[in-house]
C-alpha cells in the first residue's frame, strides 16, 4: 500500500499556533489546490479523484489525482508536501457531493495506526483471538494495552495543537483508532460550542472546519454525557 511510504509530519489548528515550518503547506498548498480542483471540475463536470472502496473510511474516500489535474492544464506542479511528491500528506476531498473542499491527511499519523493495529493483529493470532484491552472509555471502545502485548506505549503527533499527543484505542472486534477526544473537547471548549451540539452530530466535522487537517485513521464521535465519546452510531 502506497500509503505506507510516508516520512514524520506535525502541524497545528490555530493561526497563532502553527509551526512557522508547515504554514505554506497549511495554507497555499491548499489554496492552489483547490483552486486546481475547482477549475477542473468546471471544465469536465466531475472531480479529480482516484477510485475507492464504498467501504473506505470516510476522510479517505475521496483522494485527489494530481495527475488528472495535470494532463487537463489546471495544475502545474504536484505540492511538494504531497505524497506523490515525496512529502508527508494525502490531498483529498470532503463534502465531495455539495461543495468539493481540499483538505490534507497526514500520512504518518495514519501510517502508526496501521503499525498498531498490526501488533494488535499479531497479539490476537498469538493469544487464541484474545485481544490487548485496557481501560473502556465508551461502549464497544477500549485503550490498547501496549503492555500485554510487551511493547512501550506509542501515541500519534496531533496535527492540531502544537506537542499533543494523542493515544490509541480499539473497538471490540480489534480495530485500532486515534483518540481525538483530546482536541475536540479544547476546540468545543475553545468555541464555547456546548449547547449547540447534539447526540447525532458527528463532532469529526468540527475539527475538519477548523483546519486544514482531517483526522486520520479513527471513528465517528458524538456529544454524549457533556463530552466527545467515540460511538457506533
Known sequence: MLLLLCVLSAGCMYPNEMRKENQVATGEYVVVVQNAVDQYHAKTGVLPIKNSEETTPLYEKYPIDFKKMKERGVLSNVPANAFENGGSAMYVLVDAETKPTVKMMDLASFQLTVEVQKLVDEFRSKNFGKLPLGEQIAPSYYRVDFAKMNKKAVQAQSMYTRNVMLPFFMDENGQVSI????????????????SGLNATQDLRELLVKESFFVPARTVAYHWINGQPTPSLK
Open 179 to 194: 483518540d481525538y477526544t483530546e482536541e475536540l473537547m479544547r476546540l468545543i471548549d475553545k468555541k464555547s460550542l456546548q
